[in-house]
């Protein structure tokens, strides 16, 4: 009796599992996600869990604005004001799908008055809330740069030195697909999580360039401008892997020289640390002081490995601008302004 | 057989007997104590607020007698009852044994010896359990505070006797409850309201057990999804103890502060979903992209076109479940809007003609959202739940990853 009993159990245990199995197998029944490489567009077949009790198969179908092939090249100066003079040229590549119609980059420090847009573009600096610095925009909408065209003539300019950043770009949506009946699929299925994967990492292009980065107090402090750029050499260039860490080591030798001899105003020696910097950058990329529009054959005068050619030659450029600062400060302490006239005593 | 009380007066104390009676003689019993009880008024020792006799197992007992003693539980053993003293000379003692009667006094602990009726009059002090955060606590009355979703693990139970000196190795029970119409949510259920859980290392539950050790019990406390007020409720398992302190976790995103309002904007009030009345609520950063692009969006649109806003977070975020206005509560659908970071604008000019987002409007906003770092969900073009009456766009007002 008791035998029975237990055997009654068991099924009883056996068939709600094999009810909970047969409920989760249907949930992922008929899901699927596929990619159209001649139109571009994703076909998605997903299970809505949340609008009810009982989970829905929806039909979404939608594009990414990724579609595009983009080229930023960028140029660096200084303005008669001391400040740093980005200027970006973007490319959509041949090959590009959609309209190229939006461009931004973060800076650390950038102001609308000092922002540069084409003709037929719209610009602005947007200060961000939750975050340092500002977000740069040049856009358009309802249309874009086509397949294959160049646009230059967006610039920005900004007392913080250029540092390795990204700028982003996006492709113009097509507007006649059928879009998303709910809020789309969410990370609960498997094929939500896909499609969560791939939204979250596929939301713009992004391509490396020179952007606002390291803060520049004012009045220029040598010791904080190379503590700053230390930073950044030891953080940011090696999270994002531009540089090797013997060179980070050699490097990082010569800041933490360079920032005591700033901090005894030993200027000779500050002088002839960052010198040794460009010295070092030089070794390993010949042509690092180069412009890169100077710059015709990017591959056949690189030398190194140690570090990226980009980020080399934004780390030149910063070294440089501080030597000049520091001559341009030495310069005004040996000719310092007449002192104002006062009244005569 | 039950048990029944007999008074016997003394000059030098009261004294009761407890001896075992046929139930036809109950009423003398109650008619006895009734007598004492009013002893105890005439001499002004009434008892006070947090003392009080148990009606069981001798239901019809007065239930304002109150002699402390503790929690001093005791069963009819077979008739057999003993005595009840109630001395009143100095120091005044309690004696129970084996009768069948108890008396609950929180103030009193298992073999202390009670000195009279009046309040604190027990022979020391009453243990103390208390919970307590080693983060330190954010307010006098807050255990901890937790983000929806997310788990404290800094909390500590300790029982302290009546110097305030750690008891050591006592046994104790936690217990979380759910403070009913908490955390924005103007229902409970059914299903019930999720509540936290708590873990000792051990066990994972709403209710758990454990000792004390040398220095309290650590645990920790998981929050659900929904925001809400969780009580802890600690007990002793092998003592008498009252509980003192902060006992309430407070589950919520902190720092969510009303939308204002704004001439560039409309907050779609009163929110039709009475079970979430207060759903706008957003973080201050938040706030700041929202007026930009609703900024943006007027300027750009100078026909009094405005953004008409829905559904933001709750007043301390966590779960908006709109779907328990549909009787399916503490679950999605707003999969997002937890953390006071998302909003739902309106774009069904279909059914809102004057307040939505016209559609050839469409594209021009949401390159707005992307101007100000906002990003939106679902991907690709248009608004989401397209072709449906409740078309909107749903905008992370913070950028980043924004379908989840």
Redesign the interface.
Known sequence: MKMRRLSQTLSIIVAVLFAGFLASATADDGESLTYNSNTGVYTIEYYNTYDGPTPVLKHAQFELPTRIDPTVKFTLKESAKGLVVYQYRVRSGKESKQDLNFVQLRASEATAATQNTPAGWEGEVNPQPDAPGSLVNWFQTFRGLKPGQSQGGFSIQSQDLPGVGFVQTWGRLRRDLQGFSDLGPTSATSIGKQYVDLVNNNDSVRRTAAVPRIPVPNPFDATVVLTNLQRYLDQDLVSMKLIDSVLVTQLDRLFIAAIDAAKRNNITGLRNNLKDIRQALKKEHEDVDKDENEDKDDNQKAKSGAIDKLAARVLDFDVKVILKRIDDGESENRNPPPPASGPPR | MRCVFRCVRSSAFLLFILSPMHSANAGAGVDCVDQFYQSLVDAGRACHADQEASRDPLAGLPTRVCFGGGETEVSCDGGSCGFLGFFESAPIGFRASNICFWFRDPSCLPGEVFSGPAPGHCGGAPQVIKLSNDAGLPTSDTLAEVEPGKATTNLRVRVFNANGQLVPNANVKLEVTVIAKSGGHQHDGPPPRPKGELSNGVVVDTMITGNTGPNGMGFAFAAPDPAGDHKITASCLDRTCKQEGPDTVRVGVKGLVPIPESPTYVLITPNTDTLHPNNHYL???SI??LQ?LAGRYSQQFTAGLLLNLNDASLERGGLFDI?AR?G?PW???H?THKKGTEIDIRANPQINPTTSIPEAN???F??NV????A?R????????????DNQHY?VCL?GG????
């Open positions: 973080t201050p950063a700041t992209v930009k779907g549909n399916i679950r999605p659908p999969v469409f594209e021009a949401e390159v992307r101007k100000v770092g990003t969900c679902p991907a690709g073009a248009g608004p989401a739940y397209a072709g449906t749903h913070t990853a924004c379908c989840v």
